[in-house]
Nanobody, 116 residues
Framework: QVHVVESGGGLVQAGGSLRLSCAASGRTFGISAMGWYRQAPGKQRELVGTKSTGGVTDYADSVKGRFTISRDNVKNIVYLEMNSLKPEDTAVYYC??????????WGQGTQVTVSS
């Protein structure tokens, strides 16, 4: 079992920055990737970005060049640095940790609100 806890988030003006953190604990030796999804009101949950244990990173087109994922594989912490935030980035952001077998564990979510 893997336990995932996010921190960070909050209210920021458009053009501002925020950093989210996510820590995984428990059976972390089998984690193959950690990353972030987000869900805006009335919309489906969408991938923001992911970083594999091997260092491969992938981002949604909507955040490329503005968001950066970094990961500490030893501490099992993943960060999401968000710059040049836009009102359309407003959503609940969920961290996940995925095992090599495909099982994913989710955090409780953290609200990010970008005001115009």
């Amino acid at each position: 079992q893997v336990h995932v806890v996010e921190s960070g988030g909050g209210l920021v003006q458009a053009g501002g920055s925020l950093r989210l953190s996510c820590a995984a604990s428990g059976r972390t030796f089998g984690i193959s990737a950690m990353g972030w999804y987000r869900q805006a009101p009335g919309k489906q949950r969408e991938l923001v970005g992911t970083k594999s244990t091997g260092g491969v990173t992938d981002y949604a087109d909507s955040v490329k060049g503005r968001f950066t994922i970094s990961r500490d594989n030893v501490k099992n912490i993943v960060y999401l640095e968000m710059n040049s935030l836009k009102p359309e980035d407003t959503a609940v952001y969920y961290c996940y940790a995925r095992e090599y077998g495909g099982v994913a564990y989710w955090g409780q979510g953290t609200q990010v609100t970008v005001s115009s």
